[in-house]
């Protein structure tokens, strides 16, 4: 066991005193940044003389490198659709054809940003001879290696031919047969070229004195900050090529890009880490400008190795791990996962704890390794003695079930500005969450499947607790097959003192019984999300939601005397529409197939807009999936991953689909994400999955 002042210190290496004054980023800790970049800063940054610029090594792959077997890989979109993101493809007539690349991460999920809402990209490893489209009949095999059987000028087609003389481009019989004119006789398809028009000559400008380098500081960042992927690509690809060009610019664009470039750092394989961790210990002034470490999307697989063949090669374990965290000072953002459990140790979490005064976000999702609980148990325990309070602000610990609830409730109290705080299907009791400081601001809350705490500890916490009175999300959802979270009384309780700042709200397998819908009804008005799957509403409670009702149209229900209801001598407040755009309806009796095209349900009427998207049980999907007519007439689609099914609205009413992009989602595009996140970026990697798969 360590305590805070066992913990391991870093040996600062005079050559560093020099680098703050490069960081950018608007922290009250660092000291201002300054408000153009300079030419002379480049030996400060590098450890390099000016006339000798270099491009960082870790970013190209290694030509040295032995080849290695590849195995046919492709992205699919849901269950069926093909992904556009790694594959080359080439969507004409219906078809759709891939070239068979390599994966870049085990089980990565990520958001198709061109796509309908719930569209996503998932890479797996294959040997399947073919992949099929959600409404393609014409299946097309790896094995074609990856040419296209229509005929357009997308270059891989067999009946596409070269051009003719230069003056135009030959096409095949079957594109041609059925135009008419010079074009059927010939077959040649004639293109005019266009008049060239006039280029002015280029001014020369003086090294730094071009408009672009003598832009600010913050504004040059900016401008930089678009051509860096968040994402890795699969594979061996180089990453971030568009910013490796800017570094072979000028000595100025040089300094700005080496701030974007090594400002958030992602580790997709083991060789990626190593090449880093040699650059930074060559150049430690560059280890000062790095603020994440993004490991999310790290694994072995695709690289020809097993997990034990994996550590063998020494790549990345925990020394090495350690010895990076040493070389980054300025970390504020780490992304763990279980991938890499065995190799967060104690002294691992000691510097994570104690060594990293900026240090503000932490995840370690998915990490239950029997050797990291031991770690974690032994690390958090140091605190017992100590007085310390830390720096962190959102943590991380969803699907981390093997931690003892000893560890929460050491854990918790010295988190005074906690904001974020996911502890999906762990062991945190009642009085751990009661002994979070007064002093946090809680935005993000998720106890989803927490069997250890009871459903009144949850509703006094949140009814009393000062640092519940500002949340935004918020995810009390239970598995009924095992146990119950929230009973009517708790229900009675909780609905009516929800904060208006919430937008997203999941309450599956909460026992809400017709006589709640009243106390749902004014939550509709705010939130975004609602999910309440596994209650007993029918489909008139649901579509009380987004039309009103007389009260004469609503059957007689016995209600208990909790409940307050409208007396008959008030008048009925004005109609309000909802903001609903996500709402979960899975595992409800009343919700079918049948009783969704009924005309008895407005869920799918255009009046219900904004809503977007509502998720469903594997019974009702499976149905709606065989009614594609239907569903074309109606304007919706089926979209399905993993174990999980939605159906979403094709158009809004006002045409075209809203983008779902939200500030509380961090980064987030599509709706009902169960995972919480603590760190700004694109959805993909592990956390993809835990997010919107399982």
């Not at 008959?568 to 609903?580: N, R, Y």
Request: with cysteine; aromatic share 6%.
């Amino acid at each position: 066991m360590l305590t805070p002042a066992q913990a391991p210190q870093r040996q600062t290496s005079p050559s560093m005193d020099h680098r703050p004054g490069i960081i950018t980023a608007p922290d009250p800790d660092l000291s201002p940044a300054p408000s153009r970049y300079y030419a002379a800063d480049f030996h400060k940054l590098t450890n390099r003389r000016a006339s000798s610029p270099f491009t960082p090594d870790f970013a190209f792959p290694d030509p040295a490198a032995p080849a290695r077997a590849t195995l046919p890989t492709a992205h699919t979109a849901d269950r069926r659709a093909l992904s556009t993101q790694n594959a080359v493809p080439c969507v004409v007539q219906g078809g759709t054809a891939i070239v068979p690349t390599r994966q870049g991460s085990g089980c990565s999920i990520k958001e198709d940003t061109d796509g309908i809402a719930q569209s996503f990209l998932e890479s797996i490893n294959t040997l399947a001879t073919s992949i099929h489209h959600n409404d393609d009949k014409d299946a097309i095999t790896p094995e074609s290696g990856g040419s296209c059987t229509c005929c357009c000028r997308c270059g891989r087609s067999d009946s596409w031919r070269a051009s003719i003389g230069g003056r135009g481009h030959r096409r095949a019989r079957s594109f041609t047969a059925p135009r008419t004119g010079i074009s059927e006789l010939t077959g040649i398809d004639w293109e005019p070229s266009e008049p060239a028009m006039a280029v002015e000559p280029p001014k020369k400008f003086g090294p730094g004195e071009s408009p672009l380098e003598k832009l600010p500081v913050e504004v040059l960042d900016e401008i930089i900050a678009q051509l860096a992927l968040d994402s890795p690509p699969s594979g061996y690809t180089p990453r971030n090529v568009d910013l490796i060009s800017c570094l072979l610019t000028s000595r100025t664009i040089h300094v700005a890009t080496i701030n974007t470039l090594y400002s958030h750092i992602t580790f997709p394989h083991s060789s990626v880490f190593s090449k880093f961790l040699t650059h930074v210990s060559q150049y430690p002034g560059l280890g000062t400008i790095v603020k994440r470490l993004d490991l999310s999307h790290f694994t072995s697989i695709g690289l020809g190795r097993s997990r034990q063949g994996n550590s063998e090669v020494q790549n990345l374990t925990s020394k090495t791990l350690l010895k990076c965290l040493d070389l980054t000072p300025a970390l504020q953002e780490v992304l763990l996962q279980e991938n890499l459990d065995d190799d967060i140790d104690e002294y691992v979490l000691c510097k994570l704890f104690y060594g990293l005064p900026k240090l503000r976000a932490v995840d370690f999702c998915a990490s239950s390794s029997k050797p990291f609980a031991e770690s974690f148990t032994s690390a958090v325990t140091g605190l017992l003695d100590s007085p310390v309070n830390l720096s962190i602000r959102r943590l991380g610990l969803h699907e981390c079930f093997t931690l003892p609830n000893s560890v929460f409730e050491t854990l918790l109290p010295r988190l005074p500005h906690l904001t974020h705080l996911d502890v999906a299907h762990t062991r945190i009791t009642d009085r751990a969450l009661a002994s979070i400081p007064e002093t946090a601001s809680l935005s993000h809350l998720n106890l989803g499947r927490c069997t250890q705490i009871s459903g009144r500890g949850v509703v006094d916490f949140l009814v009393n607790h000062p640092a519940a009175k500002q949340l935004v999300f918020l995810n009390l959802s239970c598995d009924i097959a095992r146990y119950r979270l929230l009973w009517e009384p708790d229900v009675e309780r909780l609905l009516p003192v929800l904060p208006t700042t919430l937008k997203s709200l999941n309450l599956n397998g909460a026992k809400i019984r017709h006589w709640h819908t009243p106390l749902l009804l004014p939550l509709t008005k705010h939130l975004e999300e609602l999910s309440l799957a596994s209650t007993d509403l029918s489909v008139q409670d649901i579509n009380s939601f987004f039309r009103p009702t007389s009260p004469a149209s609503s059957p007689p229900t016995p209600e208990p005397a909790a409940v307050v209801t409208q007396q008959e001598d008030e008048p009925a407040p004005a109609w309000t529409p909802p903001t609903l755009h996500y709402l979960d309806l899975s595992s409800i009796p009343a919700i079918t197939q049948s009783s969704l095209f009924s005309t008895s349900c407005s869920l799918l009427s255009p009046s219900t807009a904004p809503l977007e998207v509502i998720e469903l049980g594997d019974k009702a999907i499976s149905s709606l999936r065989e009614c594609r007519n239907t569903n074309k007439r109606l304007g919706w689609v089926v979209k399905e991953l993993g174990r999980r099914g939605w159906y979403v609205r094709y158009s809004n009413a006002a045409g075209g689909n809203i983008s779902g992009r939200r500030g509380w989602k961090m980064g987030a595009m599509w709706w009902g994400m169960r995972k919480c996140p603590v760190a700004w970026g694109e959805v993909g990697g592990l956390y993809g999955h835990y997010m919107f798969k399982k």
